[in-house]
């Protein structure tokens, strides 16, 4: 099985840091946010993986080079254009014919893969997202469930409105069919996809009671930081 890791954003909202580094290069834990996720991949026989990068590819392609040293086989999709989520997918999953994975590279967490496939399995989806609970849900788009089926997401809620407390954590497992909606050229993998498969009950849900940080602002990259729980220290 294949996957993704959306890893060419700007990360502008992470400067300085990421003048000279590349966001998904930036360290937890003494390690490349990205690398806890390849780890993470290799851990549920996850190997042939596509890093989808664009600013500052060169050092993100020196770093993991061929990937070998995680005892995976890493390839690149490189964006010379920002295509957003939904056209950075759509070019990396080009040549992919089966079921694949996806995760937004600037989240931290360590997705049960091994279930959340066999649960995309047993619905028959076209999609399964793998939803986490959070205690403000104003600050989210939070999911509205028919069982495990997801009709909507609600985007920043007030408390009092939210249909759950479950966001979409950056984790999916999709069939390559379900790309077939997206519009040519930028658009978004959420709106453009998600929510157009949405009414036709395709689109399922696999809650995630593991970890999961956010690092996509300095506050939230030093919460994880010094929060997260590296898989070898678990």
Same mark, same amino acid.
């Given at each position: 099985?294949?996957?993704?890791?959306?890893?060419?954003?700007?990360?502008?909202?992470?400067?300085?840091?990421?003048?000279?580094?590349?966001?998904?290069?930036?360290?937890?834990?003494?390690?490349?946010?990205?690398?806890?996720?390849?780890?993470?991949? =290799?851990?549920?026989?996850?190997?042939?993986?596509?890093?989808?990068?664009? *600013?500052?590819?060169?050092?993100?392609?020196?770093?993991?080079?061929?990937?070998?040293?995680?005892?995976?086989?890493?390839? *690149?999709?490189?964006?010379?254009?920002?295509?957003?989520?939904?056209?950075?997918?759509?070019?990396?999953?080009?040549?992919?014919?089966?079921?694949?994975?996806?995760?937004?590279?600037?989240?931290?967490?360590?997705?049960?893969?091994?279930?959340?496939? =066999?649960?995309?399995?047993?619905?028959?989806?076209?999609?399964?997202?793998?939803?986490?609970?959070?205690?403000?849900?104003?600050?989210?788009?939070?999911?509205?469930?028919?069982?495990?089926?997801?009709?909507?997401?609600?985007?920043?809620?007030?408390?009092?409105?939210?249909?759950?407390?479950?966001?979409?954590?950056?984790? *999916?497992?999709?069939? @390559?069919?379900?790309? =077939?909606?997206?519009?040519?050229?930028?658009?978004?993998?959420?709106?453009?996809?998600?929510?157009?498969?949405?009414?036709?009950?395709?689109?399922?849900?696999?809650?995630?009671?593991?970890?999961?940080? @956010?690092?996509?602002?300095?506050?939230?990259?030093?919460?994880?930081?010094?929060?997260?729980?590296?898989?070898?220290?678990?």
């Amino acid at each position: 099985m294949k996957a993704i890791i959306l890893a060419g954003g700007l990360g502008t909202r992470l400067r300085p840091l990421t003048e000279n580094t590349p966001k998904p290069l930036l360290p937890i834990k003494g390690i490349p946010i990205i690398e806890h996720a390849i780890k993470n991949f =290799a851990r549920h026989n996850i190997t042939d993986i596509i890093l989808s990068i664009g *600013y500052k590819a060169e050092l993100i392609q020196e770093y993991f080079k061929d990937g070998s040293k995680w005892g995976v086989q890493i390839s *690149y999709a490189i964006e010379n254009e920002p295509l957003g989520t939904g056209g950075a997918i759509r070019e990396a999953a080009k040549n992919i014919n089966d079921t694949f994975v996806v995760i937004n590279g600037d989240n931290l967490a360590d997705f049960d893969w091994t279930n959340s496939i =066999a649960a995309h399995r047993r619905n028959g989806a076209e999609i399964t997202l793998s939803l986490f609970p959070v205690e403000d849900v104003t600050q989210f788009g939070i999911a509205r469930l028919d069982n495990d089926v997801i009709v909507e997401f609600v985007e920043k809620p007030k408390k009092e409105e939210a249909p759950s407390n479950l966001n979409n954590a950056g984790g *999916y497992v999709m069939e @390559p069919g379900a790309l =077939a909606v997206l519009p040519p050229g930028f658009c978004s993998i959420e709106r453009d996809c998600f929510e157009k498969v949405a009414p036709l009950k395709k689109v399922f849900a696999f809650r995630h009671d593991g970890q999961w940080y @956010p690092t996509d602002t300095l506050e939230k990259y030093g919460h994880a930081d010094l929060n997260y729980i590296p898989l070898s220290d678990v």
